[in-house]
Structures are given as C-alpha cells and as structure tokens.
C-alpha cells in the first residue's frame, strides 16, 4: 500500500503506510527504499498526476471526466518509477485540475504487449484558449521510445474546457503521467 500511495503521488498516505510497515518489522533495506521514494515524492510538485492504459480503449477515463479521474493502478511500481524527479516551471498545473471535454484512449503498442511490456509516459502540454492541446512534449517515459508515440497521439486528441485567467480564457502548461499496463 506504501507504493500505491507513492505511485499515486500521495505523500501523506505513502508516509502513514511506511509508519504501519515500521511497526510491522519490515526489512530495514525495504524500509530504507520507500523512504527514500517518499522523499523524493515530497519534492516533485502536485502538478504530476497519473492515468492508467490498458489494452482496451475504453480502460482510461471516459468523456467528461477531470483529467485525473482514470482509476489508479494497483500494481506496485518498481524503484525507478517512484524516483522520478520533476522540475516543472512555476505556471505547470497538473492536468487534474483542468475537465477534459474530449477523451481518447491510448493505444496499447502490439509490440509492447507481445513483449509483455508496460510502463509509463510523462508528458507536458498547453491547453490553449480554445480547449485545444498543443506544444506536446515527453519529458520522461519508462521503458524509453515504447509507449511515448501512443501518449502523444492520444493525447493530441483530447481536450478541455478552456484554462481561465481572472475569467478569461488563456493557455495553460499541463503535467500528465499515463501508466501503460498489461490486460489482467
């Protein structure tokens, strides 16, 4: 449950779970590791958030729903995935805080699913004025160049209702991590 909460980004959930596995007597090399996930959660702004992919279309959101309304995983994230560390500037929100309008799914890669693959993209876009995504670009994604084609063309089709600035449409930098894993 520790790595839920830290693959969720909730830091204060991840910290009363590493508090449970103290008590518990958890191996000290575990305990060492999550801490340190926790950690460098603690430093990576609110504005990440994560959506799940599976291989059917229908498995991430739906129309109308905020950005980060896609179920969590519940699979336990591996060490590299929990430290990852983010520096986006100042004016990056977290796409949850935006309601997307229009959802696309994206497309679990056949070769990625053959291979038994999954993982995760992040990315950074605008919302423009209009609604309208733009300026997409992959900041991280683990495994690399695997799952970063079928982000991008997913989430080129979305979009929002538009960002407002003292009730006035403008555009808007957005964090977005999507999880790619295998069917169950």
């Known amino acids: 449950m520790t790595r839920r909460a830290i693959a969720e980004g909730d830091s204060t959930a991840a910290l009363r779970w590493l508090a449970a596995c103290k008590t518990m007597k958890v191996n000290a090399a575990e305990l060492r590791q999550l801490s340190t996930a926790i950690d460098r959660l603690r430093a990576i702004p609110p504005a990440v958030t994560q959506a799940n992919v599976g291989s059917g279309a229908t498995s991430v959101g739906r129309d109308n729903a905020p950005a980060g309304a896609a179920e969590a995983s519940l699979a336990q994230p ?33 070769a990625a699913l053959g291979r038994g ?36 063309e997913a989430v080129s089709q979305w ?11 403008t555009d808007q930098r957005v964090r977005l991590r999507i999880r790619f894993e295998q069917p169950q």
């Not at 004016?91 to 229009?102: Q, W």
């Not at 309208?132 to 970063?148: E, G, H, L, S």
């Not at 979009?159 to 449409?169: C, F, I, N, Q």
């Open 78 to 110: 591996s060490a590299a995935t929990a430290a990852v560390s983010v520096k986006p500037s100042p004016s990056v929100i977290s796409a949850a805080k935006l309601t997307r309008t229009y959802f696309v799914a994206p497309v679990f890669p056949p």
């Open 117 to 152: 693959a999954h993982g995760w993209v992040e990315l950074e876009y605008t919302v423009s004025a209009t609604g309208a995504v733009k300026d997409i670009q992959i900041d991280a994604a683990q495994p690399r160049n695997v799952f970063d084609a079928a982000a991008q």
């Open 159 to 169: 979009r929002y209702e538009p960002p407002l600035a003292d009730g006035v449409p």
